[in-house]
C-alpha cells in the first residue's frame, strides 16, 4: 500500500532531521570553565608590595585573631564543620562556582554589568535628548550608560580596591599565620586545593565586600543583586570549609575599609564633570576650529547635542602627572597629502571588503550592549590569571595595573579627542558608509587603539611567556576601527603609541612595587 | 472543467518573508505537482519598514530611518510522484536604508539561503460538495553563503540551519471557494557571529547564538474565478518563537531575539489559457502586530512557467 511507502519516507527524514540537529548545537558558555586550582605561588611577600590607595598594608587595623587553641576557635572551628557538611546542591553549586580565586568572578560579574548597562540613551519623541541621572538610576534612560569611559572607570577601582585590600590581607595573613582550619582540624574537609594560604583575615571576605561595595556604587541599580551575590560568596566561604566567622569578619572589614577610600576618590575623580552641558561643549569644539579650523560634528538624527564625556580628559589620572605630557601630536590637516592618503585607504577597504578584515572589525568592535574594549581585555586577563594559575592577590594585580593603564590611557586619549575634536571619516568623506557604529565623539585619537595597546603593554608585563601575541591583538584592535571605517589610520597608529606611552608610567609603578 | 484535471497546472510555491532579517520561505499551499511535472517562478519581492517593534514597543529610529529589503527569488517545484514533490529555493537579497540616516551604515547583499523541502500528499477526498486535503512537508533550508547574520537591521538572513515540518490542511468547494490553514514548527539552529561575545540575558563568550525556533501558522480564504484562469487569496500568517531576548533600548537588534509578528496579505495569480504553462503572481503583505521585528510592507511579482519532463 503506497500510504505505507511514504510513512517510511516521511519517517526517514525525520529521523535524518534529528540526527543532524542533535550533531552540530554548541554549548554556549556564560563564564569562564574554570574550578579551583592549586595557585603558582602563594606571594608570602605580597603584604610588602606597595598598594594604590592605601599608605601602607597595615593602614586599616584588624583585631589579634584568637590563637587556634583558644575555646573561641574551637567553637568556630565546630561551626564551620557544620556548616561545611551536608551541602544542598545549591550550596555545592556556589562553591564550585566561586573557586578559590573569586577575583575572576567578580571581574566577570562586572562585565556582565558593563554589557547590560552599555546602552546609549535614545531619542525623547520631541527629539531631545535625556542623560541617565545618578541622583535618580532608576529613571528613564538607567544610570549608569556603560559606555567605554565608565566600564574603565569602573573596572579600575574595583581592582585597585581589591588589589589594595588583598594585600593588606597577605600583611595580616603572614603576620598572624593563622593555619587553615583543616590543618587545625583534618575532620573538617575543604572543598579547595589546599594551597596553605594562611586564612586570617579571609581573602574571600575581602573581595566580597571590595567587589560588593564598588559595583554598587558604579551600578546602583544592582544594589540587591550584588548584595546577594556577596552574601553567597562569603557564605561559600564556610561551605567550602576555608573560612571561620572572624576569618571573614576581619576579611569585612579590610574590605569595607578600603572601599571607603575608593569610593572617597572616585567621587572627587571628576567624572560627574565629564558629561558636561551644551555650553560648555560648544565652547570646546569652538576653541578647536579656532586652533585648527576643523570640528567634529555629531551626525545622528536626531542630532545629539554633547558628544559622549568631553571633560574625561580632565579625570584624575591614576598614574601619569600631567595628561598634557602624553597628548598626541596634530592629526593631518583635511585636504593635506597625508589626509587624501587615508580617505583613499578608507574608500579602498570600504569599497574592497574583505571577510577578514568583516571579521576583524566586528571581533574587535566591542560596541553597545557589549563589555566594550576595557571589558574585553580584563577578559583576556582572566583567561590568562587561570592559565597561569595565579593567586588572588597576583589576579588582583594583573588586573590593577591593567585597569589603571587603560583608564590613563582612556583619559589622555579623550584629551586628544575634545582637544583637536577631529571630524569622523563620515563628516568628511561624501556618501561615505560604514560597516560599524560611529561612535557620539571626534575621531582622533581612537579609543580602542589606546585602550588596547595600554592594556597589551600591561599585559606583556604581566605574562612576558606570552611573547607578542598581546601586542600583535592590540594592532589588530586598532585597524579593526580603520577596516570599520570609523576611523582614520592616523587615529590608530597615534593612538598605539599613546596608549603604550601611558602604559609606561603605570608599569614603572608596576616594576617598583616590590612583586617582581 | 474537471478540476482534477485542470489543477496540475497551477504550480506551488515557497512563499517568502524577508522581514528584517527573519527570512522563511515556506511552503503551504496545497497544490501537488504531478509526476514530471517542473514549475519554474522566479519572484522579486521590495519589503521596507520605518517602524520597527523594540520588544514590543512600536518606533522609530533615525539611525537606520527606512529600511529597504529587496528580493528575487528562483524557486523550482517538481513533481517527483504524483502525491511527493520537491521544492527549492534560491533568494538574492539586498538590504539598505534610505539616505539620509544617522547611522551611515552600508547595506547587506547577497545570496542567503537554499531552501528545500519535500510535500507529500496524504490524503484527497471528496467531502460534500468539495475536497478536503491534508498535506505535509519536511524542509531544510541552510546559508548558501557566509553572510554576517549579526548586522541587523541589514542582515539577509538568520545565518542558521532550518529544519521544519508543516501540516496543510485544505478544503475546497467545487465551485472555487477554498479554506486552508496549516502549522509548522521551524526548529532553528544555531549561527556564528564575528565576535565571541554578546549579552542576551546575561553574558556568552561564544561567537554561537542561538536562534530561536518558531511556531508559524496560516490561515488563507481563496477563490478560483475566471475558468480556473484566476486565483485570489487573503491571508494570515503569525509567527511565533518558542524562545529568546527582546532588542534593548535603543540598541540594534541580534539573531536570538525572540520574534512574533500577525501578518495580513492578498494575492492573485493568473494562469492565462492563452498561454499555456505560464502564469503571473502578485502579492502584497503587511505586518500588523509583532515583537523584535521591522513593521515591514511587501510587494511581490512573479512569473511562473510549468512543463513536463
Sequence with gaps: MSYIRYANFYFFFALLGVLIISSCEKDLPTRADYSDYTFNKLDENGGAWKPVLLDSAAQIAIPVPEDVTSSAYMDELTDLRSSSSNLTSEQQEAVAYWTNNPVLRWNEIALELVAKYNLI???????????????????????????????????????????????????????????????????????????????????????????????????????????????????????????????????????????ALAKARAANDGMKFAQCPKPVSDSIKAAAFARFGWQWDNLEVPARPVGLTPLFGRVQLWNIPTVEEVRPPVPPAPGSAEYEADVVLLENYADNMTTEWRAIANFWQDGLGTYTPPGHWNRFAKEYSIKYSLNPLRTARVFAYLNMAMMDGGISCWDAKYYYHYPRPINLIPDFKTIAGTPNFPSYTSGHSVFSAAGAEVMTYMFPEEGSIFRDWALEAAISRVYGGIHWSFDATVGTQQGKNCAAYTLAVAQADGAD | MNFNLRKGAFCSLLLTCFAAGISAQTVSDAIMMKQKEICAALVYEHGSFDHYWEGTYLRTNGTIQTVKINSVAAMAAIGLHNRVNLLVSVPYVQTKSTVPNGGFFKGAKGFQDISLALKGQILEKQLGAGKLALLATAGFSTPLTNYLSDYRPYSIGFGANEYNGRAILQYKLDKGLYLRSSLAYLHRGQTKAERDYYYNNGSYYTPWMDVPSAWNFDAIIGYWMLNYQLKVEANYVGLKSTSGDDVRPYNAAQPTNKVQFDQVGASVQYYPKSFKGLGGLLYIRQLINGRNTGKVTSFGAGLTYQFKI
Aim: proline residues 10%; glycine residues 6%; negative net charge.
Design chain 1, 121 to 259: 540613551p535614545g531619542p525623547n519623541d520631541d527629539g531631545t535628548y535625556t542623560l541617565p541621572n545618578p541622583a535618580d538610576p532608576g529613571a528613564t534612560p538607567n544610570f549608569p550608560f556603560a559606555h567605554p569611559p565608565y566600564a574603565v572607570r569602573a573596572l579600575s577601582y574595583l581592582s585597585v580596591a581589591q588589589f589594595d585590600g588583598l594585600i593588606s590581607a597577605w600583611h595580616y595573613k603572614y603576620l598572624y599565620n593563622r593555619p587553615s582550619p583543616s590543618i587545625t582540624d583534618n575532620t573538617i574537609a575543604t572543598a579547595y586545593a589546599d594551597n596553605r594560604l594562611p586564612s586570617y583575615p579571609s581573602e574571600g571576605a575581602v573581595v566580597a565586600v571590595v567587589s560588593r561595595e564598588i559595583l554598587t556604587a558604579m551600578f546602583p541599580l544592582e544594589a540587591d543583586y550584588l548584595a546577594e551575590k556577596a552574601r553567597e560568596q562569603m557564605e561559600s566561604l564556610k561551605w567550602a570549609g576555608v573560612n571561620v566567622n572572624s576569618d571573614i569578619a576581619a576579611g569585612e572589614m579590610i574590605g569595607t575599609g578600603i572601599s
